[in-house]
């Protein structure tokens, strides 16, 4: 990305730039290697009809009918019928920026110049981008193999000028119209589908991306948020450092783990709290605090690892059949590119890890607020008895764990054979791919509930905590005031989960 402009070439995308998206003024173009790369393997297809050699994808029909050839007037209709049929999604419309970024890693997608798209459409899809035309996609359809059919097919109906589209106004606000209005405003043309377009843009893992993307950028910033709660509730029970000492985790040198307890340490350090219960009896501390790097770690292994394979994803030509040049002659092959097996896998591990990081955040809230750890009254109540303090905070924070939980289970386990059994084995990938969106908003509630709590507690005690909890703690403050009688906490909960998954919270550490 160079300022505000993506330049797709089929190879270079990253996760960053498609959630760049979002950004209004963030514009899209190809790169004159790949509008090259476009116009030759449109070739090689044109190329197959005139021969009218039987292809697969071009002139037949699709999955369990690709035994029946379609005569080359009728190849117009094939690719129109073919999105129409498959247009037939349900469910909760997914957000309009979910849907440029699907729409930006599909366009990406086609820009390598195997699939046979004609340039003009890919610019069209491009365009739409450009002016902020989302077309209205149900979620729920995808079986995540032979791609994201369904949701992808919706975005293709509107590109035909056929069903709603929302399009953003300079202000931010989306408004609905019919898709064909929707181009004209911005004297753009719906397209007539030729041989192979239509299952072009719908044969391919894009639904999946854009949820997987939002789904790594939100935890990595959540996992660094979970070990600055770990940190700030560290504090608020005086708790011990020792379980954070680098000759520990250098006799166990798993990487997220040391990269975990590198930065609790960082965010311990100079710290009065600390100082003042030096010599006191307490030798460890709760699992919840003394194996935080053990658990908080195997979130970062898993985003690293994931984070590797989805910039690989978003790079990829998923659809099917692929078209590849033999020196100079057409040459259809088909595959499965389109399986979603491996994004759905990473997703169920990615789901796991967020339950988990949710679990002992939630586990180190209670004992926040118990007299037993924190030595202060019950719930950081400020009158024990007529108030309650932040007792139902953990109650809540608990009842997100059980969220969490069903969230976690795997998807990728399910199986169900479809199109007469030709397609006998998909991964459900899309539905893992938003679980785990899901799940990572879930996430951000209870470590917010966790800063909130360590910060009341921290109220109480008369030493300095550390300087980068004290950064924490000013921080919050300035978004949530000290609790000093029982009130409603929803909308404080809500301001910090919403925070910790920007910049924002990150940058207060800065140099």
Known sequence: MSGGEIVLDGNSLTIEEVISITNYNIKVKLSETSISTIKESRNLVDNIVSSREVVYGINTGFGALSNVNIPADKLEDLQSNLIRSHACGLGEKMDPNSVLMMMLVRANSLAKGYSGARLELIQLLIEMINNRIA????????????????????????????????????????????????????????????????????????????????????????????????????????GSYVAFDKRIHDVRPQLGQSISASRIRGFLNNSDINKSHIDCDRVQDSYSFRCAPQVHGPMIDVL?????????????????????????????????????????????????????????????????????????????????????????????????????????????????PVSMGKEDHVSMGATGAYRTFKASKLLSSVISSELICSCQALDNIPENASDSVRKIHNWLRGYVSKIEGDRSTTEDTEIIAEKILTSEFIDIFGE
């Open 304 to 416: 690293r690892e994931a984070r590797r394979i989805l910039s690989i994803e978003i790079n990829s030509a998923t659809d099917n059949p692929l078209v590849f040049s033999n020196n100079g002659n057409p040459e259809v092959i088909s595959g499965g590119n389109f399986h979603g097996q491996i994004l759905a896998i990473i997703s169920d591990n990615m789901a796991i890890c967020t339950h988990e990081i949710a679990s002992i955040s939630e586990r180190r809230i209670n004992q926040v607020l118990d007299p037993q750890w924190s030595g202060q009254k019950a719930f950081l109540a400020n009158d024990e008895g007529l108030e309650s303090g932040l007792m139902i905070v953990q109650y809540v924070a608990a009842a997100v764990i059980a969220e969490l939980s069903l969230l976690s289970n795997p998807v990728s386990t399910t199986n169900v």
């Open 135 to 238: 077309p209205v996609v149900p979620r729920i359809g995808s079986l995540g193999a032979s791609g994201d059919l369904a949701p992808l097919s919706h975005m293709t109906l509107a590109m035909m000028g056929e069903s709603k589209s929302q399009v953003q106004t300079s202000e931010g606000k989306w408004i609905i119209h019919n898709s064909k209005d929707a181009l004209a405003t911005f004297d753009l043309k719906p397209i007539k589908l030729q041989a192979k377009e239509g299952l072009s843009l719908i044969n391919g893992t894009s639904q999946m991306c854009s949820y997987l993307c939002q789904s790594i950028i939100n935890l990595e910033m959540l996992i660094f948020a979970a070990d600055a709660a770990l940190s700030t509730s560290i504090e608020a029970i005086k």
